[in-house]
């Protein structure tokens, strides 16, 4: 006999329970185009693989493709590489970005 065969949540627990969560979830900071140069910016060599980076920004994979692409645009990040073996780097504009947004 399996004894977690026999389980049964207490009726009115999980309601609470994702509740809690939902507020815990909406008080964190949503990731933004500034977390990605933020996360580049600690690294050794200022550079990421491409989905190591999207994993370390917890971004839904079509904001992150839109997040890449404008920052890429405005010459914040290069991609180099062919994919899946792409590298973001930032670069000294990016760099300069993460300063100014840094809190005084």
Do not use: C, H, W
Request: aromatic share 6%.
């Amino acid at each position: 006999m399996n004894p977690m065969s026999d389980f049964k949540p207490r009726p009115g627990t999980f309601l609470p329970y994702l509740e809690a969560e939902n507020r815990r979830q909406e008080q964190r900071p949503k990731p933004s185009p500034l977390t990605l140069l933020e996360i580049l910016s600690r690294q050794p060599m200022q550079s990421l693989p491409i989905f190591q980076l999207q994993g370390q920004s917890a971004m839904d994979p079509s904001r992150y493709g839109e997040a890449l692409k404008s920052l890429r645009d405005a010459g914040y990040i290069t991609i180099e590489g062919e994919a899946p073996e792409q590298l973001v780097r930032l670069t000294p504009s990016g760099a300069g970005v993460v300063q100014l947004a840094k809190p005084a």
